[in-house]
């Protein structure tokens, strides 16, 4: 019976330390990758609404009165410079021209003969042939067909530019929007000129944006010329579409030398090159714009944040590799996907980068160092 009873305890003593094994081995800490902030230079940016312009527009207009007798050219394509886009019924200016080249071979036919009596009056006076008065007579004679020629030639010009204006040419190179008017439409543009189309030349584009007076104060690339943003960072980047994967690189050309009173904002423009004509006049995009270089900036992965009720914090672990949660406060996203820290954090602390959901406060893991660098 003694014997039996030494058997049960020691079955007894081997299933608790079968379980304390157990157990042990699933309290193991798990491996969770952490790393220090990353310390460096980092331009600092701000992001504004802009619109885009053509570098060129010009409304093509009509100048004449006609009707239209044709459209030269496929709209929303290119059109080269000196190129036919419109013809306007060109009959009435024609047959002006014809007539002021008339008028202008008649002026010239009296000038040639009033120059003609003219010579023969300054021989004649010399022998008193002729009065002191006929004399003077053929010279204003001369002087007044004189003036007619060149009437007779200011009304030849006119007659041939507005002919000109029959043909309505493209003064660039471009793209070409819709006709406003249908071949057969009467033109009325001899009293005021009236909109026929309108080209856009935008291989290069301008990108408008406003900025606040307030703003502006603390903008040291806008405020001082030896700023310590690198030349290269003087570029603004500009982001199309919700998502803002599409970008392309402009230059600041303008800054407006005063503020707005109605808005208190001042206008700023930035010049890009559109070579492929992906980029289209109106359209919206976001504007990067640098202001300001931050030395020796925190910066930790910004996937390692967590939001709650009380804001932004990070997962700290301390020397003996427990985790602890850390209210933060966080500055911009840089382009690589980190995140200036503000305050909160320190450089030689350690925080959780990954697996957010499996941490938690006071928990032991076994840190896997990894680095951002």
Same mark, same amino acid.
């Given at each position: 019976?003694?014997?039996?009873?030494?058997?049960?305890?020691?079955?007894?003593?081997?299933?608790?330390?079968?379980?304390?094994?157990?157990?042990?081995?699933?309290?193991?800490?798990?491996?969770?990758?952490?790393?220090?902030?990353?310390?460096?230079?980092?331009?600092?940016?701000?992001?504004?609404?802009?619109?885009?312009?053509?570098?060129?527009?010009?409304?093509?207009?009509?100048?004449?009165?006609?009707?239209?007798?044709?459209?030269?050219?496929?709209?929303?394509?290119?059109?080269?410079?000196?190129?036919?886009?419109?013809?306007?019924?060109?009959?009435?200016? =024609?047959? !002006?021209?014809?007539? *002021? $080249? %008339?008028? #202008?071979?008649? @002026?010239?036919? +009296? /000038?040639? &003969?009033?120059?003609?009596?003219?010579?023969?009056?300054?021989?004649?006076?010399?022998?008193?042939?002729?009065?002191?008065?006929?004399?003077?007579?053929?010279?204003?004679?001369?002087?007044?067909? =004189?003036? !007619?020629?060149?009437? *007779? $030639? %200011?009304? #030849?010009?006119? @007659?041939?530019? +507005? /002919?000109? &204006?029959?043909?309505?040419?493209?003064?660039?190179?471009?793209?070409?929007?819709?006709?406003?008017?249908?071949?057969?439409?009467?033109?009325?543009?001899?009293?005021?000129?009236?909109?026929?189309?309108?080209?856009?030349?935008?291989?290069?584009?301008?990108?408008?944006?406003?900025?606040?007076? +307030?703003?502006?104060?603390?903008?040291?690339?806008?405020?001082?010329?030896?700023?310590?943003?690198?030349?290269?960072?003087?570029?603004?980047?500009?982001?199309?579409?919700?998502?803002?994967?599409?970008?392309?690189?402009?230059?600041?050309?303008?800054?407006?030398?005063?503020?707005?009173?109605?808005?208190?904002?001042?206008?700023?423009?930035?010049?890009?090159?559109?070579?492929?004509?992906?980029?289209?006049?109106?359209?919206?995009?976001?504007?990067?714009?640098?202001?300001?270089?931050?030395?020796?900036?925190?910066?930790?992965?910004?996937?390692?944040?967590?939001?709650?009720?009380?804001?932004?914090?990070?997962?700290?672990?301390?020397?003996?590799?427990?985790?602890?949660?850390?209210?933060?406060?966080?500055?911009?996203?840089?382009?690589?996907?980190?995140?200036?820290?503000?305050?909160?954090?320190?450089?030689?602390?350690?925080?959780?980068?990954?697996?957010?959901?499996?941490?938690?406060?006071?928990?032991?893991?076994?840190?896997?160092?990894?680095?951002?660098?």
């Amino acid at each position: 019976m003694k014997k039996q009873i030494c058997t049960v305890v020691l079955f007894g003593l081997l299933l608790v330390g079968c379980g304390k094994k157990e157990a042990t081995q699933s309290m193991e800490a798990l491996s969770i990758e952490v790393a220090k902030p990353v310390v460096r230079d980092v331009v600092l940016t701000r992001d504004y609404p802009g619109y885009l312009t053509a570098d060129v527009e010009l409304d093509i207009v009509g100048r004449v009165n006609g009707t239209l007798l044709s459209k030269n050219y496929a709209s929303g394509q290119p059109v080269k410079k000196g190129q036919i886009l419109f013809v306007i019924d060109p009959t009435l200016y =024609e047959n !002006a021209v014809k007539q *002021a $080249e %008339a008028a #202008l071979k008649n @002026a010239k036919a +009296n /000038l040639d &003969y009033a120059k003609s009596s003219y010579e023969r009056m300054k021989e004649a006076i010399k022998s008193d042939a002729v009065s002191r008065i006929q004399f003077v007579q053929a010279e204003s004679n001369v002087e007044s067909c =004189e003036a !007619a020629v060149s009437n *007779a $030639e %200011a009304e #030849l010009k006119t @007659a041939r530019t +507005n /002919l000109s &204006y029959c043909y309505v040419r493209s003064p660039i190179d471009g793209v070409a929007d819709l006709a406003e008017f249908s071949d057969g439409a009467y033109i009325s543009g001899a009293g005021n000129p009236v909109k026929l189309t309108t080209i856009y030349k935008a291989d290069k584009m301008y990108s408008y944006f406003d900025i606040s007076d +307030n703003q502006y104060l603390t903008f040291e690339l806008l405020r001082d010329a030896n700023t310590k943003i690198p030349q290269t960072e003087h570029e603004v980047t500009l982001r199309v579409g919700a998502d803002g994967t599409k970008t392309w690189q402009g230059k600041l050309n303008y800054l407006s030398p005063s503020f707005s009173l109605s808005t208190g904002t001042m206008r700023l423009r930035a010049e890009l090159d559109n070579p492929d004509g992906i980029l289209k006049p109106g359209l919206y995009v976001s504007v990067t714009l640098p202001y300001a270089m931050q030395e020796k900036a925190l910066l930790i992965d910004n996937a390692s944040i967590g939001t709650d009720q009380l804001g932004k914090y990070v997962y700290v672990v301390n020397d003996s590799n427990v985790v602890s949660t850390r209210p933060i406060e966080i500055g911009q996203l840089v382009d690589d996907g980190m995140r200036i820290v503000t305050s909160g954090l320190s450089s030689d602390e350690r925080y959780v980068t990954k697996a957010l959901m499996k941490v938690r406060q006071g928990m032991k893991i076994s840190p896997v160092e990894v680095n951002n660098k």
